[in-house]
C-alpha cells in the first residue's frame, strides 16, 4: 500500500480517533480529581469575600451609630446583632492573624488574607463615593425666528 493511501486508510483515523479519546479520557479523569480542591479554594474566597462585604456593611453601621469608623475588630462587630455567626464565618475563612480594620473620621480600610495555599489577600477602602445624579443640561437658545434669503422676516 502506498503511504498516501495508508495515511487515509479507516485504520488510521481509528488509531488517531482512539488516541484522542484516551487523552481526552485522562485529561478529564486528572482534571476531575484536582477540580475539586479548585472548587473548594474558590468557595472560600467567595466566603471570604462575603464576609468582607459584611464588614463594609457594619463599617457604615458603625458609622451611623458612633460618628466615627471603627478602628478595629471588636468594636465593628459590637453593631452587629449576630457577631458570632459572623465571627465563626470569618474564623472559617480568613487567616485572623492578618485581618486588619482601621478607620478614622473620614476613612476606612479592611484587609485580610483567605485561608487558601496562595493566602490571597483581598482589601477593601472606604468610604465609596456614589455618583450623582448629571446636572440637568442647560436650556437651549430660542430658536431665531424664520426669515426670507434676503432677512426680512417672513410676514404672514
Known amino acids: 500500500m502506498h503511504w498516501k493511501q495508508r495515511l487515509t486508510h479507516w485504520s488510521t483515523f481509528a488509531v488517531i480517533a482512539a488516541g484522542a479519546a484516551i487523552g481526552f479520557g485522562?485529561?478529564?479523569?486528572?482534571?476531575?480529581?484536582?477540580g475539586d480542591a479548585d472548587q473548594a479554594i474558590?468557595?472560600?474566597?467567595?466566603?471570604?469575600?462575603i464576609d468582607l462585604s459584611r464588614l463594609y456593611g457594619l463599617q457604615a453601621a458603625y458609622k451611623r451609630a458612633?460618628?466615627?469608623?471603627?478602628?478595629?475588630?471588636a468594636s465593628l462587630l459590637s453593631v452587629d446583632p449576630d457577631a458570632a455567626a459572623l465571627k465563626a464565618s470569618l474564623?472559617?475563612?480568613?487567616?485572623m492573624n492578618t485581618l486588619?480594620?482601621?478607620g478614622d473620621a473620614k476613612k476606612f480600610?479592611?484587609?485580610l488574607n483567605v485561608l487558601d495555599p496562595d493566602r490571597t489577600p483581598i482589601k477593601i477602602r472606604?468610604?465609596?463615593?456614589?455618583k450623582t445624579a448629571a446636572p440637568e443640561p442647560a436650556a437651549?437658545?430660542?430658536?431665531?425666528?424664520?426669515?426670507?434669503?434676503?432677512?426680512?422676516?417672513i410676514g404672514r
Open 26 to 34: 485522562l485529561q478529564f479523569a486528572v482534571k476531575r480529581a484536582t
Open 42 to 49: 474558590t468557595l472560600k474566597r467567595y466566603h471570604a469575600s
Open 66 to 73: 458612633k460618628g466615627a469608623y471603627a478602628n478595629d475588630l
Open 91 to 95: 474564623a472559617a475563612n480568613v487567616d
Open 100 to 102: 486588619a480594620v482601621v
Open 109 to 111: 480600610k479592611i484587609e
Open 126 to 130: 472606604g468610604p465609596i463615593q456614589t
Open 140 to 153: 437651549l437658545p430660542a430658536p431665531p425666528p424664520p426669515s426670507n434669503a434676503d432677512g426680512a422676516p
